[in-house]
């Protein structure tokens, strides 16, 4: 399938707006008050000792994460995330694709390290409460319940520097969870998996399929998608 639109005037779409940063000035947030103890963490040997992870870990049962454990670092994934003001949002792309998003309460003008508890699904949540979700594989909740815990998180300027979070996501508030633990920062300069850098910008629609001038946008859908 293939759909083209034209336009006479410029055109700007807005995926997704990862604004590295927010308001205030640098260096380490203050911890907010904890509102419960989620203690869930990830056993010691199964996170690497340094450099940017996402580590996710799946009750048998859990419809996203299959009841699976999963690493995935600089050696095998590209892992990206962007802060606009008290809301972070993931992209971790390697043998899965994965999404996420978590949302501090309103409150916060930027994020900081704390527990924050009973949330909803991102970004139907109530805003006063925060919310989060997690998805990818082909797979994502209807209804979300669970908690995440800011452990650390830094900025420079008002540029996000470096985080760490864990999470605990509930399919439609009932059954198995799925935890996750990310940890990242600017500072990580380790080189990013060889395979996938190779992938980027390699596909170009076919010749002929669009104009050769003014504004557009071309869409190529496989059978299946």
Not at 45 to 55: F, K, Q, R, V
Not at 150 to 179: A, K, M, N, W
Request: net charge negative; charged share 15%.
């Amino acid at each position: 399938m293939v759909c083209l639109w034209r336009s006479l005037r410029p055109i700007w779409f807005v995926l997704v707006v990862a604004v590295l940063g927010a308001c205030g000035g640098g260096g380490e947030e203050s911890a907010a008050t904890p509102q419960t103890t989620p203690n869930w963490q990830p056993a010691a040997a199964a996170t690497p000792a340094s450099g940017n992870y996402a580590y996710l870990s799946s009750e048998p049962g859990d419809y996203i994460g299959q009841g699976r454990e999963r690493l995935y670092t600089a050696s095998n994934a590209d892992i990206s995330l962007g802060a606009m003001a008290s809301t972070l949002l993931v992209h971790v792309r390697g043998a899965q694709i994965w999404s996420g998003a978590f949302a501090l309460p309103a409150s916060a003008s930027r994020l900081v390290p704390g527990q924050f508890v009973d949330l909803q699904r991102h970004p139907f949540h109530d805003v006063g409460q925060g919310g989060l979700t997690w998805s990818g594989d082909g797979r994502g909740c209807n209804t979300v319940t669970g908690w995440l815990v800011v452990d650390r998180v830094t900025y420079t300027s008002d540029t996000l520097s470096s985080i760490e979070l864990r999470f605990e996501q509930q399919c439609e508030g009932v059954g198995p969870v799925l935890h996750g633990k990310l940890r990242w920062s600017a500072a990580d300069a380790t080189a990013i998996w060889g395979p996938l850098d190779a992938q980027y910008g390699r596909w170009q629609p076919p010749q002929g399929t669009t104009p050769t001038s003014g504004n557009y946008v071309f869409l190529q859908s496989e059978y299946g998608d």
